[in-house]
């Protein structure tokens, strides 16, 4: 193992950093950070650590409606008082629209995007109950790829909200031309920096959003567009992500983007053996450091040190 993580042989692989590593904790500031995101940042921040490279952190607010200036200032207190420190300036990715706009702008001019109308309603409708994406949501059913021109026209006359969605199908077959059939893979790593390759499958997310209704990207590409704007090497987050892992390995290749390392860690269960969300404040990182709780309690509660 060297310590940008190639294998043990100090073969350089395609994957491999050459430079620096270079880590980040991303959480979105709609809640307190909790237990969880304690983990997640910590992992980082350790691993960045071992690699001796640079620790961002990356306020991932495109949700402007939910995101709120005091989870944001509450965010930097948590890190801080778990002793993590961090490089500035912090980027807001509500700051960054214009960037997302023109990757979206690209897959467009590639005619992998398309404008969606249809509600949250009409899509449980249309799908089919046994199909799911990897989030348990009704897979999409496709009902407005292939709109045609003047529909589309119609409906934007009277300013019916719309989503642009991937092509799957096309994003796959244009993904295979550009990399004269490769699979599509990442490298994975576990614990101890060693790595996997891991195959992608984003088919089974279906024509998945790239710009939202009410905000001119989805998380999918913005987080594609960060990590490569911030040169990160290593994402490290929790397993929940792993499975979305799969549409950002695609839209890198289609927007010639490298590929970082992925390290998903473990989930910390709740005593009810749900995973722990923002909602639930008995976790939260201020509500256990106003009971007395120390950094190290809470590294000892989320299983990192004894
Ligand atoms: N913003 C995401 C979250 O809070 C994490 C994004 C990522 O690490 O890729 O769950």
């Known amino acids: 193992m060297t310590e940008h993580g190639t294998s043990s042989k100090g073969a350089t692989t395609a994957h491999a950093p050459a430079h620096r590593a270079v880590l980040r904790f991303a959480p979105s500031p709609n809640g307190a950070l909790h237990l969880g ?23 991932e607010d495109i949700d402007v409606g939910r995101s709120r200036p005091e989870h944001v200032a509450g965010i930097f207190r948590d890190l801080a008082w778990l002793g993590i420190t961090w490089e500035e300036p912090v980027l807001f990715q509500s700051q960054h629209f214009a960037d ?9 001019a590639m005619g992998l995007l398309y404008p969606c109308f249809a509600t949250r309603a009409e899509i449980a409708a249309a799908a089919d109950s046994n199909a799911r994406d990897p989030d348990g949501a009704p897979l999409y059913p496709g009902l407005h790829r292939g709109l045609g021109v003047r529909e589309i026209a119609r409906r934007k006359a009277l300013g019916q909200p719309f989503a642009m969605r991937l092509d799957m199908q096309a994003a ?32 089974r997310w279906g024509d998945v959003v790239i710009q939202r209704k009410d905000a001119p990207t ?15 090497t290593h994402v490290v987050r929790g397993l929940d992500l792993l499975p979305a892992t799969d549409v950002h390995r695609l839209l890198q290749v289609l927007l010639g983007l490298p590929a970082p390392l992925y390290h998903h860690h473990r989930l910390l269960l709740g005593s009810d053996d749900l995973k722990l969300s923002k909602s639930r404040g008995d ?16 590294r000892r509660t989320i299983g990192i040190e004894r």
């Open 283 to 298: 976790t939260s990182l201020a509500a256990l450091r106003a009971q007395g709780l120390t950094p190290t309690d809470i």
């Open 100 to 108: 997302y706009e023109a990757a979206a702008a690209r897959l467009a």
């Open 218 to 232: 989805s998380y999918h590409m913005a987080v594609v567009v960060d990590d490569a704007r911030q040169g990160i």
């Open 172 to 203: 796959l077959a244009a993904a295979r031309r550009m990399t004269g059939d490769a699979p599509l893979t990442y490298e994975a790593l576990d614990e101890t920096l060693a790595p996997r390759t891991v195959a992608a499958a984003p088919a």
């Open 37 to 59: 995101h304690a983990l997640s940042a910590l992992t980082g921040y350790e691993m960045a650590q071992r690699l001796g490279g640079r620790f961002l952190v990356r306020i």
